[in-house]
């Protein structure tokens, strides 16, 4: 098989294998996401039937009050519990991706000055200042790429912790919330 030949398959090889990376990071993330959601599902179904067995029981609207209001803050903690969960899986997914699109990057990069190496050994005299220029622009665009990275994962590392503090936030402000509420039913009581 000629030099050109072998060339193309490799190119295709690794192309279908970064292809399948891509579909399991995917299929991965798309299998747990619908694991959590039937999970939470299921644990929404339960919680419900025991919320509506316990208000049948209530004997007096002060007992209804406080039952809603610790209903309401179990509530409000599953679904910051879902959030971080489903934020979690993306932000792994993402990672995964990224890490890809880095290796591939990379990878280009590497081919371009090795191609052009090549090329300067078969090429006419006085062309070694153009190669330097294409070289240059490579590693400069690597440069780049590899800024553009680290900002984007700062940006996510950011968002991450603003995700974390908003749940965390909301969760307290409807605990802090009900707790007033049930103060003041038991001073109008």
Same mark, same amino acid.
């Given at each position: 098989?000629?030099?050109?030949?072998?060339?193309?398959?490799?190119?295709?090889?690794?192309?279908?294998?970064?292809?399948?990376?891509?579909?399991?990071?995917?299929?991965?993330?798309?299998?747990?996401?619908?694991?959590?959601?039937? /999970?939470?599902? +299921?644990?929404?179904? /339960?919680?419900?039937?025991?919320?509506?067995?316990?208000?049948?029981?209530?004997?007096?609207?002060?007992?209804?009050?406080?039952?809603?209001?610790?209903?309401?803050?179990?509530?409000?903690?599953?679904?910051?519990?879902?959030?971080?969960?489903?934020?979690?899986?993306? *932000?792994?997914?993402?990672? /995964?991706?990224?890490?890809?699109?880095?290796?591939? *990057?990379?990878?280009?990069?590497?081919?371009?000055?090795?191609?052009?190496?090549?090329?300067? +050994?078969?090429?006419?005299?006085?062309?070694?200042?153009?190669?330097?220029?294409? +070289?240059?622009?490579?590693?400069?665009?690597?440069?780049?790429?590899?800024?553009?990275?680290?900002?984007?994962?700062?940006?996510?590392?950011?968002?991450?912790? *603003?995700?974390?503090?908003?749940?965390?936030?909301?969760?307290?402000?409807?605990?802090?919330?009900?707790? +007033?509420?049930?103060? *003041?039913?038991?001073?109008?009581?």
């Amino acid at each position: 098989m000629s030099q050109a030949q072998q060339q193309f398959v490799d190119f295709a090889t690794e192309n279908v294998e970064t292809a399948l990376r891509f579909a399991r990071i995917y299929l991965d993330s798309a299998e747990r996401l619908s694991k959590l959601n039937l /999970e939470t599902a +299921k644990t929404s179904l /339960e919680e419900g039937a025991k919320q509506v067995k316990s208000l049948a029981a209530v004997k007096d609207a002060q007992e209804a009050l406080a039952l809603r209001q610790k209903q309401l803050e179990a509530t409000v903690d599953h679904a910051g519990q879902y959030s971080r969960q489903v934020y979690e899986i993306a *932000s792994q997914a993402q990672a /995964e991706l990224t890490k890809i699109a880095e290796e591939q *990057s990379t990878a280009f990069n590497k081919q371009v000055v090795s191609g052009l190496d090549r090329f300067v +050994k078969s090429a006419p005299a006085g062309t070694d200042v153009a190669v330097a220029a294409v +070289k240059s622009t490579v590693q400069a665009t690597a440069a780049a790429v590899d800024s553009l990275t680290k900002a984007a994962k700062q940006v996510a590392d950011f968002a991450d912790a *603003s995700v974390k503090a908003a749940t965390t936030a909301t969760a307290d402000a409807v605990k802090t919330a009900a707790k +007033k509420t049930a103060a *003041s039913g038991n001073a109008a009581a």
